[in-house]
């Protein structure tokens, strides 16, 4: 995805193609964006499962503790950790069978793109959901 307009059409694809998110690195923190943007994507229509080993609950939903623990099928996995923790993520996405990863806006991780791209994961990077929402105006 090093070309802008590829990364655009994935990024409008996975928009279009999946109406839940689970959202490793959720917070229970109104003042992060690790709560902002799950909080914005649910009032535009996503359903939310957060991920977070030290929470009960983040924008009304039950949170699981690790991606391993949630007990349905993983589509969009969206990552808000540091960098250095996103090929551990990306691993944990393709054991947990996700068919997409997305890094929010300010991380990125060469680890993270190879290891989710040979699985055939979409892979976004370095992009926040809620201005990729808005400039493209998908809704759920």
């Given at each position: 995805?090093?070309?802008?307009?590829?990364?655009?059409?994935?990024?409008?694809?996975?928009?279009?193609?999946y109406?839940t998110?689970?959202?490793?690195?959720?917070?229970?923190?109104?003042?992060?964006?690790?709560?902002?943007?799950?909080?914005?994507?649910?009032k535009?229509?996503?359903?939310?499962?957060?991920?977070?080993?030290?929470?009960?609950?983040?924008?009304?939903?039950?949170?699981?503790?690790?991606?391993?623990?949630?007990?349905?099928q993983?589509?969009?996995?969206?990552?808000?950790?540091?960098?250095?923790?996103?090929?551990?993520?990306?691993?944990?996405?393709?054991?947990?069978?996700?068919?997409?990863?997305?890094?929010?806006?300010?991380?990125?991780?060469?680890?993270?793109?190879?290891?989710?791209?040979?699985?055939?994961?979409?892979?976004?990077?370095d992009?926040?959901?809620?201005?990729?929402?808005?400039?493209?105006?998908?809704?759920?």
């Amino acid at each position: 995805m090093g070309n802008r307009a590829d990364t655009d059409a994935v990024v409008e694809e996975i928009l279009r193609s999946y109406d839940t998110i689970t959202v490793v690195g959720a917070s229970a923190d109104p003042a992060k964006a690790a709560n902002e943007v799950p909080a914005y994507m649910q009032k535009h229509g996503w359903r939310i499962i957060p991920v977070n080993p030290h929470a009960d609950e983040i924008v009304g939903e039950k949170v699981y503790r690790s991606l391993a623990q949630v007990p349905e099928q993983v589509g969009l996995v969206d990552v808000f950790r540091p960098s250095a923790d996103c090929a551990d993520v990306a691993r944990a996405a393709v054991e947990a069978g996700a068919t997409a990863l997305w890094l929010q806006l300010g991380i990125t991780s060469p680890e993270a793109r190879r290891i989710a791209t040979d699985a055939g994961l979409a892979y976004v990077e370095d992009r926040c959901l809620i201005i990729e929402q808005r400039r493209t105006g998908i809704a759920r």
